[in-house]
């Protein structure tokens, strides 16, 4: 019923366990995984149409769906809530939880062994890190405390939001983004139809900033769930800073 | 009248100055405008160039814009509870600016945000000033504007809440508050020509709303062109309303404030009212935004709250006053 639990669970699942999927998970935008979605029946994460199911478990996000989930819990379905990954720790956490929910402890052992290989070899130490922010609609930025931020530390970048004392997640104003002058600015990916809280990412003062960077952006199938596929991003942002340090010396 | 004329401009270039060296980013005052005129690459050159000038120029473009076309419509119409906001032409501008955004407009065609916010404005006001008729009952006038502001906030959320942009919805609050916030240069030149012609076409038309205070007839007899009058100031405030509402949303009682404070100074004559509620009007609208960056800067107060706390008291006031008018 989320689209982070449904990528997990479709990674872990055997063949026939898994009987339906959130319809997010087939949206090209967010979801990593939209060709073997298509092989899952759908739902909208609505309490009726999975009580009609019958399933024997439904996995959600921690925060997603509320009176749905509630109301699947008070007819007696058993709803395992996956916390919300905000590290690496917890990545690695959930495929474990998500595995053994499944009856699929050693599929979930491998994988989260090899998440945490992976990830031991991509991270290294940079003696001077390069500074990055993350900047998305409406001048929002994330802090180390959230999955993004992460990404962005083990790529071996400092997150400017550190310094602007924003922990978690915040408004950056753009006229401290511009002081605070980063190595990389990652912006969001646009979604369709336009909007005015994306303007902002194309401002010209951001565009002037970003004048003589690298482009990097954050593409929500890579960077919103804890799955393999943030491996992905942590991957392209070394790309990214090895690019930029090669060109600074 | 020119001790006025001075005091307001000295009031609103003092205002544009500290509307500069006012922001998150800490910098001093004279350092900010060393940067500004320098230019010399550095951050702080494109903070001020970039993010503060606009926002300033914006500011002053719009009030002046705003006061001037309440003072033209409170002429015309002889009444001081018109306004473009609350007469709902702000509303529609802020539809045709909507539509024009998620219809692909704006993108394909540069001026294609501004032009169909003008039209939103001409049609709103065409609509309101046909149900009210050119007398300007002040009962119908305010009615037809609830009308119109109903509707055309509706079919903006209906358009936003149906946008795929998951971030279209959240805009609401915007186009119905208004804010200048983290507009660009970009928008400076959207604005521009609208408001300079909107603004020429309601000066040009000075005498004639001197001539109306003496009622129709003696203006007719004193050759003005009513029906010439009329629509030349329906395009001067579509205009107006039509290119501030696409770049700062809808931005509501600046156009009523302005004249009503500034009417005694000038002896109640529209010629004297209309240049004077343009200096007040930027005036208001730069000191409101100047407001919104210091009370609560990390929370991007929207400036059409600031101006509806201070406007709506005294537009309560203007109608109880027009209620004893009549009894």
Known sequence: MNLCTDQLAMLLASPGQLISISN??????????VDEAATYPMNFGRAEEIYLLAPDLVLAGQYSRGNAVEMLERLGVPVLRLPFAQSMQDVAANMRTIGAALGRDRVGEEMAATFETRLTTLREDVATPL?????????????????????????????????????????????????????????????????????????????????????????????????????????????????LQEASE | ???????????????????????????????????????????????????????????????????????ALQGYLRNPLAEPGL????????????V???????????????????AGALIGVFLVLGFAGSQGGSLTLILAGIAMSALAGALTSLVLNLSPNPFAASEIVFWMMGSLADRSIVHVWLLLPFAFVGAALLVSQARGLDALTLGEDAAQTMGINLSRLRLVLVVGVACIVGGSTAVAGAIGFVGLVVPHILRPFVGAQPSRLLWA???????????????????????????????????????LHLIYKTRRGLA
């Open chain 1, 24 to 33: 997010i998970a087939s949206d090209p935008l967010v979801s990593a995984m």
């Open chain 1, 131 to 243: 500074t990055a922010a993350l900047y998305s609609a409406n001048g929002y930025t994330t802090g180390e405390h959230s999955l993004s931020g992460q990404i962005l530390l083990a790529a071996g970048f400092e997150n400017i939001a550190t310094r602007a004392g924003i922990p978690y997640g915040g408004v950056l104003p753009m006229e401290l983004l511009i002081m605070a002058e980063p190595d990389l600015v990652i912006t969001s990916q646009p979604y369709p139809g336009a909007s005015r809280s994306e303007d902002i990412l194309k401002h010209p003062a951001i565009a002037t900033l970003r004048s003589h960077q690298r482009r990097a952006t954050m593409s929500d199938q890579q960077w919103v769930c804890g799955t393999p596929h943030v491996l992905a991003a942590v991957e392209s942002l070394v790309a990214d800073r090895r690019a």
């Open chain 2, 1 to 71: 009248m020119s001790r006025l004329f001075v005091i307001l401009t000295l009031g609103m270039v003092a205002l544009f100055v500290i509307s500069l060296v006012v922001g998150p980013a800490q910098i001093g005052p004279v350092d900010s405008l060393v940067a500004l005129v320098a230019g010399d690459g550095s951050p702080l050159t494109l903070i001020m160039r970039e993010i503060r000038l606009p926002r300033a120029i914006l500011a002053v473009l719009i009030g002046g814009g705003l006061g001037l076309s309440g003072a």
């Open chain 2, 87 to 98: 007469i709902g032409v702000s509303s529609t501008a802020a539809l045709g600016a909507v």
């Open chain 2, 100 to 118: 024009a955004i998620h219809a692909g407009l704006a993108a394909s065609l540069s001026l294609g945000l501004p032009l169909a916010a003008l």
């Open chain 2, 277 to 315: 509620s343009g200096l007040g009007g930027a005036i208001m609208l730069q000191a409101a935004d100047i407001a919104v960056r210091v009370i609560l800067p990390e929370r991007d107060l929207k400036l059409g709250v600031v101006t509806a706390l201070v406007g709506a008291p005294l537009f």
